[in-house]
């Protein structure tokens, strides 16, 4: 499997929507866990890397270089 590419302050689609219906969540942190904001409450989840590259699905939005 291919190792998916995304870095700090991407857009990303996870598999399964957050609980008030979004679906786009934005990368503020990277180290062994990866913290991700709901882009439709603010509301923030901090998941292990392996789990986290799973549960993802695409990268929507690049971060501006």
Do not use: T, Y
Not at 1 to 14: G, P, R, T
């Amino acid at each position: 499997m291919a190792e998916k590419d995304f870095n700090l302050h991407d857009v990303v689609q996870m598999k399964k929507p957050h609980p008030c219906g979004e679906n786009r969540w934005k990368i503020i942190r990277m180290g062994m866990d990866i913290r991700i904001k709901c882009l439709g409450c603010d509301h923030s989840v901090m998941i292990p890397r392996r789990d986290f590259s799973k549960k993802m699905k695409k990268v929507l939005e690049k971060a501006e270089s």
